[in-house]
């Protein structure tokens, strides 16, 4: 209301400044609009005009280049009313060209609406002096909205610091980018003047450390600038938020090591960040040409809503960071406010392991792995459950990670040895011969001490080598380095069993297997599900189970829950098969008597029975 009443008053004063002493200095019969802008008197005032108003505007911008711009605007307009010919109108056009580029480069939507109009404008009387003599006068006036605009311009106040700020470009990285600090200040002003929907991303890059590894930190860092670059061609759009770091403007900021930030709103696309995010990861998969190499890299990504957390920017940025690390198989991965639960209550967790006692809180069950052919149980797989005080009996899918991140993995696969060893230990006092499987759960299972404790426990109890098998996930066998490979191979050489588990569900397995020399391999929930609907979704299936029938490698079909997927898996020539079907998980407690009571239900004729009659 107050800039309104700025306008006015301009205005009526610019009428008693011009148009009164005008019309004096002309004859009354003489006056004509023509007449009275023409006179010496007006021109020498619309020079004035445009000079003080150009030198407002220059003092008013924030920017060098608008500084630059509208100088040169003043300069054509006084030239114009100079009549010093017309190689200034043509100069002129190329000005206002100038300044509609700045305005679109700095997002500035009115104030290019505003340029692009007086370029339209001045085009027409331009073009009009030339076929009709229309007076140039008229095109100076197009130039006065440019320069009064930028008197109600608000964007560079909220995106640049002031220029007597010391260290002006202080929040810059050594990618020129913005750093946490630079797009926090802008991130707090934006919204302060852009209150609507509004979305966070954070990017993060991977496949980096073999570049830093091999090639060296320098490649690395080329790497990263070119991956950069890619990222902000994708985000151009006027709704991604523009920050301003001395003269230049960016639109994607650095939080260091390879997280990249940028801000968009939703206001005219609803959907602008899953967009966004799907273009930039899409560009990053391209191969990168460092150093004369060919370099692949990926990204992830995700994004929360800018009203979350209060809109506090650094909680912002914790849950998209929370975001990524809770949702690892995901490539591009929204926040959502069940993660903060689950992280406190893996805090809780923790806290509560960092007491844990092995002995009277962790339980094993057990489910058995039944053979296609006789229907006999060929091995027994101990499941490792947790008796929590608060949340019951949790399986070890539940807190395996907190294992891990609380140092225990070690020690608790120690645990599970012994107490496998001691459960079979008494199994044979029963005259019960059962082979047990033994879930580590990934890379515990690599460590030199643990070797070592799993060949002193198998002595100590007298147990036989092929009495253990041990069962890992399909993912530690993708990404086996060569002392892994070695410490798989040393395992079967002491002769311990192996099986892999959840087989299918990574691709490069396929050619990791036959060296390896596993004893069994299971087949995934999604593989032992049949799917009517997919004619070669058997063919499949039943191929990956012939390569590995050819590797005399034995396929178990997890998950199976009914007589059909019982049935599709003796199809597949599948060696065995698990699941509710036949039992769920039950606790260790019982299982002498529920493997006696399976036997007598289940008899085996004319095969070695596993059990001893002595």
């Keep these: 209301m107050a800039r309104f009443s700025l306008v006015k008053s301009l205005f009526v004063l610019l009428s008693i400044c011009w148009i009164f002493p005008s019309w004096s200095a002309t004859n009354l019969a003489d006056f004509s609009l023509t007449n009275t802008l023409l006179s010496p008197l007006s021109i020498a005032f619309s020079a004035g005009v445009v000079v003080s108003l150009s030198l407002v505007a220059i003092a008013r911008s924030h920017f060098a280049v608008n500084r630059i711009i509208h100088a040169l605007l003043g300069a054509c307009g006084l030239a114009v009313l100079a009549a010093v010919g017309d190689l200034a109108l043509y100069f002129l056009v190329f000005i206002l060209l100038l300044q509609i580029w700045q305005s679109d480069r700095l997002g500035q939507g009115r104030h290019l609406v505003i340029s692009a109009l007086c370029a339209v404008t001045a085009t027409l009387l331009i073009v009009s002096h030339f076929w009709w003599h229309v007076p140039g006068i008229y095109v100076v006036f197009t130039l006065l909205p440019i320069f009064i605009s930028e008197l109600f311009l608000d964007i560079p106040q909220v995106y640049e610091r002031a220029p007597s700020e010391p260290n002006a470009l202080s929040n810059t990285d050594i990618l020129g980018l913005p750093d946490r600090a630079g797009i926090r200040e802008a991130f707090n002003e934006y919204r302060t003047r852009e209150p609507g929907t509004a979305m966070l991303v954070m990017v993060r890059l991977e496949g980096f450390q073999q570049v830093n590894f091999h090639l060296g930190r320098e490649f690395g860092d080329l790497l990263l600038a070119q991956s950069a670059n890619r990222m902000k061609q994708h985000l151009q759009s006027h709704d991604v938020m523009p920050i301003v770091i001395g003269n230049d403007v960016e639109r994607l900021a650095h939080?260091?090591?390879?997280?990249?930030?940028?801000?968009?709103?939703?206001?005219?696309?609803?959907?602008?960040?899953?967009?966004?995010?799907?273009?930039?990861?899409?560009?990053?998969?391209?191969?990168?040409?460092?150093?004369?190499?060919?370099?692949?890299?990926?990204?992830?990504?995700?994004?929360?809503?800018?009203?979350?957390?209060?809109?506090?920017?650094?909680?912002?940025?914790?849950?998209?960071?929370?975001?990524?690390?809770?949702?690892?198989?995901?490539?591009?991965?929204?926040?959502?406010?069940?993660?903060?639960?689950?992280?406190?209550?893996?805090?809780?967790?923790?806290?509560?392991?960092?007491?844990?006692?092995?002995?009277?809180?962790?339980?094993?069950?057990?489910?058995?792995?039944?053979?296609?052919?006789?229907?006999?149980?060929?091995?027994?797989?101990?499941?490792?459950?947790?008796?929590?005080?608060?949340?019951?009996?949790?399986?070890?899918?539940?807190?395996?990670?907190?294992?891990?991140?609380?140092?225990?993995?070690?020690?608790?696969?120690?645990?599970?040895?012994?107490?496998?060893?001691?459960?079979?230990?008494?199994?044979?006092?029963?005259?019960?011969?059962?082979?047990?499987?033994?879930?580590?759960?990934?890379?515990?299972?690599?460590?030199?001490?643990?070797?070592?404790?799993?060949?002193?426990?198998?002595?100590?109890?007298?147990?036989?080598?092929?009495?253990?098998?041990?069962?890992?996930?399909?993912?530690?066998?993708?990404?086996?380095?060569?002392?892994?490979?070695?410490?798989?191979?040393?395992?079967?050489?002491?002769?311990?069993?192996?099986?892999?588990?959840?087989?299918?569900?990574?691709?490069?397995?396929?050619?990791?297997?036959?060296?390896?020399?596993?004893?069994?391999?299971?087949?995934?929930?999604?593989?032992t599900t049949p799917n009517q609907n997919q004619g070669n979704f058997k063919a499949v299936v039943r191929g990956i189970v012939e390569m590995q029938n050819v590797q005399e490698c034995k396929v178990i079909c997890e998950g199976v829950e009914s007589q059909e997927q019982l049935q599709f898996a003796q199809n597949l020539n599948a060696f065995a098969a698990q699941g509710y079907l036949f039992t769920r998980p039950l606790s260790s407690i019982g299982m002498i008597s529920w493997l006696k009571q399976w036997r007598w239900e289940h008899p085996v004729e004319d095969k070695p029975s596993t059990f001893d009659t002595n």
């Design 255 to 527: 939080l260091g090591g390879l997280h990249f930030v940028f801000v968009c709103s939703l206001t005219h696309q609803q959907h602008l960040h899953e967009h966004l995010c799907a273009e930039i990861i899409e560009s990053t998969l391209k191969p990168f040409n460092v150093g004369n190499c060919i370099i692949e890299v990926s990204a992830r990504a995700s994004y929360v809503n800018c009203d979350e957390e209060l809109g506090q920017f650094d909680e912002l940025l914790t849950c998209v960071f929370l975001a990524l690390d809770s949702s690892p198989n995901e490539t591009i991965a929204p926040y959502q406010q069940k993660m903060q639960i689950d992280r406190l209550e893996q805090q809780a967790r923790l806290a509560e392991l960092a007491h844990i006692d092995f002995k009277n809180e962790l339980e094993l069950y057990f489910q058995p792995v039944v053979r296609n052919s006789d229907g006999d149980i060929e091995y027994v797989e101990l499941l490792l459950r947790w008796q929590h005080p608060k949340q019951g009996i949790l399986a070890a899918s539940k807190f395996i990670d907190d294992i891990r991140i609380a140092g225990l993995a070690l020690p608790l696969a120690q645990y599970v040895i012994e107490r496998a060893a001691e459960i079979a230990l008494a199994l044979r006092v029963e005259g019960i011969q059962m082979p047990l499987g033994i879930n580590l759960f990934g890379p515990e299972m690599l460590h030199e001490e643990f070797i070592e404790f799993v060949d002193r426990i198998l002595v100590e109890h007298q147990l036989m080598p092929q009495d253990i098998i041990i069962e890992c996930p399909s993912q530690m066998f993708t990404t086996l380095d060569q002392q892994g490979v070695a410490m798989v191979a040393r395992l079967r050489t002491m002769g311990v069993r192996l099986c892999v588990d959840g087989f299918g569900e990574s691709p490069l397995l396929l050619a990791k297997l036959p060296k390896l020399e596993v004893d069994y391999v299971k087949l995934g929930r999604s593989l």
